[in-house]
């Protein structure tokens, strides 16, 4: 019985994805639920599992194809793998479903550079959630053994083929070139940021933060709350308390623009800005009001470690009310955050640099660290917007004002 591989019902905001990696070839047995082919979006890496046990028998629409959602890719044959679909070879067919069996889970971009380097995938450790194997493993442990550096960027046949020929044409005159695609995450990252610029009254407002007063708090807690909750307790849960404070006084900037209206959301989706092998992403503390610092802090971690994987599921990239990035862990002081659209605000956060500041008439040496906020200036004034970034700075240099809510 032949059975249909459809691409999957994407949601109304993806309007069609890219066939990033055939996982199996016509031919390959498939047990179900087993992924087949991983499809790109420029959100998300939907994997796309067999229907049934059986036999892929055609593949319809190649790697780098632009498919729409529920359009035939492939087509399979309904059929009992254990007694085997294929002609059997002594031994071969047992040793490789053995070895399948007991090869570490490896995430596709991880995957796709162990079969085009031809590696051993046992002797890569993984360092993602359960062992699983990232790209960033795959990347460390080629170098570990001196192999040639490896493009970041991900390459696809016919057009990695192109790029790669482009590279030993130029590289004869000692001055090298490297052409890649761009991937779908990537170029849907530029059409936001350009949106945003071009429909969006960008207007950047600044404020400095001692921090010392959280930093004192945390190094007093800081094992009793990760014994407590299993998490460590970082900036992050204080910056997202001390904004949604920010947002509960002045509305404004937890309202977006539709057309000619302003709608004011009653609820708290705060986005976490996380960089990822592929790019930027903004998963989404949802209803982030109604959560501890821990739940904070355990969310964010689960994020990073998703964002890491690839597995961010595309619920929880959509939506949000407001954003926080923070360009300190790359040692940025200072920077313009541009919006993520239709938000009208973004909260930057940044390295913290120990500086003389001047308390009571003295000059005394203080953690500090620059805030900036970038809002759209056709729905929030510069006043609201001052006040809260104020607001922000005086709540994290007392935290006590977070538990008291004063």
Known sequence: MSIEVKVPVFPESVADGTILHWNK?????????????????D??????????????ESIIEGEGAVVMSGQLIGRMRE?????????????????????????????????????????????IRGSGSGSRILKEDVLRSMQQAGEAQVEQAPSRNAESDQAVGSVEAVAESGRSEKRVPMTRLRARIAERLLDAQQNAAILST?????????????????????KTYGVKLGFMSFFVNAVIEGLKRFPELNASIDGTDIVYHGFFDIGIAVSSPR???????????????????????????????????LDELTGGTFTITNGG????????????????GILGMHKIQERPVAENGSVVIRPMMNIA??????????????????????????????????
């Not at 294929?86 to 971009?109: C, I, L, N, Q, W």
């Not at 862990?329 to 009208?344: A, E, R």
């Open 25 to 41: 070839k016509p031919g390959d047995s498939v047990r179900r639920e087993e992924s087949i082919v991983d499809i790109e979006t």
């Open 43 to 56: 959100k998300v890496v939907f994997e796309v599992p067999a229907p049934e046990d059986g036999v892929l």
């Open 79 to 123: 059929g009992d793998v254990g007694t085997g679909n294929r002609p059997h070879k002594e031994g071969s067919e047992v040793a490789e479903t053995e070895k399948a069996v007991s090869e570490p889970f490896a995430t596709p971009s991880a995957r796709r550079l162990i079969e085009e380097h031809g590696l051993d995938v046992q002797s």
């Open 206 to 226: 600044f404020n400095e933060v001692n921090m010392q007063p959280v930093m004192d708090l945390r190094t007093r807690y800081k094992g009793m709350f990760e």
């Open 279 to 313: 790019g930027l992403v903004v998963p989404i503390l949802r209803d982030a009001d109604q959560l501890t610092m821990a739940d904070v802090e355990l969310r964010i971690r689960d994020f990073a470690q998703k964002a890491r994987d690839g597995s961010l599921s």
């Open 329 to 344: 862990v790359f040692g940025s002081l200072l920077s313009t955050p541009i919006l993520n659209p239709p938000q009208s």
């Open 373 to 406: 906020l970038s809002y759209d200036h056709r729905l929030v004034d510069g006043r609201e917007a001052v006040q809260f970034l104020v607001a922000v700075k005086e709540m994290l240099e007392d935290p006590a004002r977070l538990l008291l809510g004063v």
